[in-house]
């Protein structure tokens, strides 16, 4: 049965199944931030939380376990599972701190060594968190899923950068990439592209979604049918590259702030301008930007205060899934949300 880890302010929800969907409370009080799963292996769940680590479970979350030593900082901020690098059956795993650090494992999580060669980089004193300016964090890992050791680090906020051999060195920002990409796909079945949902909208001309057809190389803005420019959430169409979902607000403020949230979702489709979709989604009005994902063909799942979302025909329309939602969280930012393939 298919299940959706939420990840939201203070602890992680577990939903198994979407017609009479069963939830769980897990890691209560650890603030979850991040979460992966290994692709071949979705019962093997990382989850990176504010100031308590990195934990792991290895059955689909029903239990869990701290995985984080050796990773020098507690507030973990990304993590990411490689499908391409694999030991003893395992991904080799990738995590993401504030203040901006990254790490790599090759034994499910059991070690970490720090990849130094990023923090030599020569934009790295640049890097710069608005909100406090002193420090910046990795954002986002994205592994390549057919090169082994090919991945892509965003930092929030300064720079989206390159490695092709695992980490131990890095190509850095180029001029024209985003600088503060939030979410960032990249696909099997589209060798090369990357999709950039960022923030560089708010100050920068051209809107804050961006793609590269060359890997990171050179890139495109695609502004066409936005009139929301700060942008949070990505997801991509399994079964179609061209179907592509992003959330977005007009600042960060409306995007975060529950007391002045105002957000929307945005659909594109075979190159065509973006398309505002509402159908079975909350008001715009009071709701924060959402988290978006996608496991299975034609299928979106959104997360925001409001309720967890499904949308089964390609994010055209919305419907509330039937998940126990406290009060509190109409005030909460969720953080992440991962849906997996069938666990038996």
């Not at 092709?164 to 099997?188: C, I, K, N």
């Not at 420019?229 to 997801?235: C, D, I, N, P, S």
């Not at 899934?321 to 991962?338: G, I, K, M």
Request: proline share 8%; charged share 25%.
């Amino acid at each position: 049965m298919r299940r959706i880890y939420a990840a939201m302010e203070e602890e992680l929800l577990v939903v198994e199944g979407v017609e009479s969907p069963r939830t769980e409370r897990r890691l209560d009080d650890r603030k979850p931030r991040c979460l992966a799963a290994d692709p071949l292996r979705p019962e093997l769940i990382y989850c990176g939380t504010a100031d308590r680590g990195l934990w792991r479970s290895t059955d689909a979350g029903d239990s869990w376990e701290p995985v984080g030593e050796g990773i020098t900082h507690a507030n973990v901020t990304a993590v990411a599972v490689s499908a391409a690098e694999r030991t003893d059956g395992r991904g080799v795993v990738y995590a993401g701190t504030e203040p901006s650090t990254l790490f790599r494992s090759e034994d499910g999580g059991g070690s970490w060594r720090e990849l130094e060669a990023m923090r030599r980089l020569p934009s790295f004193p640049e890097w710069s968190f608005p909100p406090k300016p002193e420090t910046s964090h990795v954002r986002w890992i994205s592994t390549d899923p057919a090169v082994p050791g090919r991945l892509f680090v965003c930092i929030e906020a300064g720079a989206l950068i390159r490695s092709y051999d695992g980490g131990e060195t890095w190509v850095d920002r180029v001029s024209e990439g985003p600088l503060d990409t939030h979410t960032l796909a990249v696909r099997e079945d589209a060798p090369g592209r990357l999709y950039s949902a960022a923030g560089d909208g708010f100050f920068a001309e051209g809107g804050g979604y961006l793609e590269s057809p060359d890997g990171g190389d050179t890139w495109e803005r695609h502004p066409e049918g936005l009139t929301h420019h700060y942008l949070w959430g990505l997801a991509v169409d399994p079964q179609d590259p061209n179907t592509v979902l992003i959330s977005a607000s007009s600042s960060p403020m409306q995007a975060h702030s529950a007391g002045a949230a105002e957000s929307t979702v945005y659909r594109r489709e075979d190159g065509g301008p973006w398309q505002e979709v509402r159908g079975g989604l909350p008001d715009t009005e009071g709701t924060i930007a959402s988290v978006l994902d996608a496991a299975e063909p034609g299928v979106f799942y959104a997360l925001n205060n409001h309720g967890l979302y499904r949308s089964p025909d390609a994010g055209k329309n919305w419907e509330r899934l039937d998940v126990s939602w406290p009060e509190r969280y109409l005030r909460q930012h969720p953080q992440a949300l991962l849906v997996t393939e069938d666990v038996q």
